[in-house]
């Protein structure tokens, strides 16, 4: 069988002659990929851009090649998800990318990429390719998360600063346009048109998970130990690596300590001490390491306990979590090795980036042999500490049924035949505006990163019997001054300056910011930003304030349209492109809105926000019967009054 396998990049494919085209076959699913995914590769590849890298490696893809009347046609078999990517990026970011979008087809030009009998999923493609034509791309169910990729990929700016030295975002994404031609690459791999498929499903369907890169850094960590500690150090590792579930539960299912012995841990305030747990570990072992005779009462006794401890848990080995955390472990280990790094003034990581995890850790961690152990056991207990804090205050995507929503668990304990148990309330948060403004941020900033965490962990760490309340009025100052402020570092270098200086102070942009007739460009954290101040400040004190959420959005709305209809008699003209005249909405909201007349949005927004809102900015907007320059010039002095207030309110220290 000829089975071809090379390194690729864009450039090859689109040099090959005759023209490569590439099929998404109908048993294959749609594209499917999210809002996480989509992230983590652009910040992926704007990071290897950005440091200069020879090479990013996007993995494998697989091909079928098929008969075809002109050039080369290929089913895409495995990594079809990536591919497509690819494909909408070029569209999203062109420059050097443009000519892989099409292909010669006899006298026309078609997309290199379709799908099998997908009309609709084809019609929008050709759309990207070719524009209009004077038929709109149909807004389909089947292409909405390509909507939301492309989004993502023309906003990925208004979340990320330029590189210093870099004059303006337009020659950062030519850049980038000729780093994604040119050095991403993949293992393209191309099998004949008989081959097989069975076999070859069969084969790609059992094949070996690859080990992750957090469990290769933890053997290193481990074989620096001694042999009789180093079940104890792996038991926390192992329970601070899943981390869509709680931590207690994760020690208790992998230890199998008892969830009221846990319990008495967290009332002491000894449940983030790693040799507290330890001990605990070693006694539960000590326990289970005689060798007498159980009768079958001893046995139904325990079976009895453990099932009492489940009920009181809320939780079974066999059951699904109902959180899962805003961001994976790889991130997680990077926050806490920059944390252990200040406290022993060993400088800094220059990133966060989880696909460099083990090179960050072999150039700041694993370079010190002398004292390699001892590093090992201060960076497990401190990962440890930061773990428990991190499941105490921040927040968790919780599973409400219908929908997920940003919660800080509230933690209670109850007692039952004796013995106390602690759980997590579903629904109940434990500080409802220290939730919202992590929300903010976490929506706001880098998904890839979160850079506001590691100082505010580290404070957390560092004042660990001051109330909740405390640490909200902290995490309010480090949003004003982090990114609320005139700056010209990146973001890695600032929050490292409020790790040494907690209550550090920055001149204030937002008047100047809002103020700007920016239009599109305008950054989308000071949309968000803004959601979270007029809830605070219970501008409307109705109840849908009260119960408000946020909800990740990706497009700016312009209220009066950039093109208006003539039926349409509310216009802002002089004030079209400032802030008072936008909002942030989800894309599909925008594209519903168009270009719509005043009335009609409001209409629309009113109808479609009767249970619960949306968008705080858009319902005092919408409370204008009539829009035009003076209603979006006073609604904007208005909403920089409200953050104005909000600033000078904030505590300093």
Not at 237 to 249: G, H, L, P, Q, T
Request: net charge negative; glycine share 4%.
């Amino acid at each position: 069988m000829n089975i071809d396998s090379k390194l690729t990049s864009l450039a090859d494919i689109v040099a090959k002659s005759p023209d490569w085209s590439f099929n998404i076959p109908i048993y294959q699913r749609l594209y499917v990929w999210g809002e996480d995914q989509v992230l983590t590769l652009l910040n992926d590849v704007v990071n290897a851009y950005e440091c200069g890298a020879d090479l990013f490696f996007l993995g494998g893809t697989l091909l079928v090649e098929q008969e075809a009347e002109a050039g080369r046609s290929f089913d895409l078999i495995d990594g079809q998800q990536r591919f497509t990517t690819l494909w909408l990026l070029c569209h999203a970011w062109r420059g050097e990318l443009m000519p892989f979008l099409t292909i010669k087809a006899g006298e026309y030009d078609v997309p290199r990429l379709r799908f099998a009998i997908r009309p609709e999923v084809n019609q929008f493609l050709h759309t990207l390719a070719f524009g209009f034509n004077g038929k709109p791309a149909a807004d389909v169910e089947a292409t909405q998360r390509m909507r939301t990729a492309l989004a993502l990929m023309s906003s990925l700016f208004e979340k990320r600063s330029l590189p210093p030295g870099v004059a303006s975002k337009e020659d950062h994404l030519a850049g980038l346009a000729e780093f994604v031609f040119t050095k991403v690459k993949f293992v393209v791999t191309s099998v004949p048109h008989e081959t097989d498929l069975n076999k070859l499903f069969e084969v790609i369907n059992n094949r070996g998970v690859q080990l992750q890169h957090h469990e290769i850094l933890k053997a290193r960590m481990l074989d620096a130990l001694l042999e009789e500690e180093r079940n104890s150090f792996a038991v926390l590792w192992e329970a601070c690596a899943d981390m869509d579930n709680f931590v207690e539960r994760n020690l208790s299912a992998i230890s199998g300590v008892p969830a009221h012995e846990i319990t008495v841990l967290y009332e002491r305030k000894h449940l983030s001490d790693a040799d507290a747990v330890m001990c605990a570990l070693q006694s539960r072992r000590q326990e289970h390491s005689g060798h007498h005779v159980l009768t079958l009462e001893d046995i139904l006794a325990e079976e009895e306990e453990q099932d009492s401890q489940q009920d009181q848990s809320g939780v079974t080995e066999a059951e699904q979590s109902w959180v899962r955390s805003m961001f994976g472990f790889p991130l997680f280990l990077q926050h806490t090795l920059r944390i252990w790094l200040h406290q022993r003034r060993r400088g800094d990581l220059p990133r966060l980036l989880d696909r460099e995890l083990q090179q960050l850790f072999e150039s700041h961690f694993f370079n010190d042999d002398a004292e390699r152990a001892d590093n090992v056991r201060s960076f497990i207990s401190l990962l440890w500490k930061l773990r428990v804090l991190f499941d105490e205050h921040m927040i968790k995507w919780a599973d409400q049924g219908e929908e997920e929503i940003h919660l800080i668990s509230k933690i209670t304990v109850s007692s039952s035949n004796g013995k106390r148990y602690m759980s997590r309330a579903r629904g109940v948060d434990s500080n409802r505006g220290f939730s919202l403004l992590q929300s903010m941020l976490y929506h706001s900033q880098e998904i890839t990163t979160q850079y506001w965490l590691t100082p505010l962990l580290m404070y957390i760490h560092d004042h660990p019997e001051a109330e909740v309340e405390q640490y909200f009025i902290y995490l309010r100052h480090l949003d004003n001054h982090l990114l609320g402020s005139a700056y010209d570092e990146p973001l890695v270098r600032r929050t490292l300056n409020f790790m040494s200086e907690p209550w550090l102070r920055s001149e204030l942009i937002h008047q100047h910011a809002l103020n700007e007739t920016s239009g599109l460009r305008f950054a989308h954290y000071w949309f968000y930003k803004l959601e979270f101040v007029l809830w605070f400040q219970r501008v409307r004190p109705v109840e849908a304030w009260a119960k408000f959420r946020l909800t990740a959005k990706s497009s700016v709305e312009h209220i009066s349209p950039q093109t208006p209809t003539d039926r349409d008699h509310n216009r802002v003209i002089e004030n079209l492109d400032n802030f008072g005249n936008l909002a942030l909405v989800s894309r599909s909201l925008n594209s519903e809105y168009s270009n719509l007349p005043y009335n009609e949005k409001r209409q629309r927004f009113i109808n479609n926000n009767r249970g619960r809102l949306d968008s705080l900015k858009m319902d005092l907007i919408y409370q204008n019967v009539n829009w035009g320059d003076n209603q979006a010039a006073a609604h904007q002095m208005k909403m920089i009054e409200c953050l104005e207030a909000y600033c000078e309110a904030t505590p300093a220290a």
